[in-house]
């Protein structure tokens, strides 16, 4: 059974910084670009970044977050992790992550899910 858990929410002021975590188990890590997407109260879930199979590998971020926000993973240790620096209000959402066999912008490509962590950013 695939399982993908978040950690490292929480609430943050604005101009702070979190790192969030996403443990894989039940696959073949190694095998799937892996992404964050975020929901906000009332929107669509959207794309945050993405990073392909391997450890150091392409990058891609939504417009919103370049600058801020570093994809990263560790192979070995089965997770990714996201860097947020600079955070600011509108980047208040629940966090997703999320795994596929390519590394996408499109929610939908994306075959395993994990149930989000929550951060809050206060002004």
């Known amino acids: 059974q695939v399982q993908l858990v978040e950690s490292g929410g929480g609430l943050v002021q604005a101009g702070g910084s979190l790192r969030l975590s996403c443990a894989a188990s039940?696959?073949?890590?190694?095998?799937?670009?892996m992404g964050w997407f975020r929901q906000a109260p009332g929107k669509e879930r959207e794309f945050v970044c993405a990073?392909?199979?391997?450890?150091?590998?392409?990058?891609h971020y939504a417009d919103s977050v370049k600058g801020r926000f570093t994809i990263s993973r560790d192979n070995a240790k089965k997770t990714v992790y996201l860097q947020m620096i600079s955070l600011k209000p509108e980047d208040t959402a629940v966090y997703y992550c999320?795994?596929?066999?390519?590394?996408?912008?499109?929610?939908?490509?994306?075959?395993?899910w994990g149930q989000g962590t929550q951060v809050t950013v206060s002004s």
């Open positions: 999320a795994a596929a066999s390519i590394p996408t912008m499109t929610r939908s490509e994306y075959e395993y």
């Open positions: 039940g696959l073949t890590f190694s095998s799937y670009a």
């Open positions: 990073i392909s199979w391997w450890s150091g590998g392409n990058t």
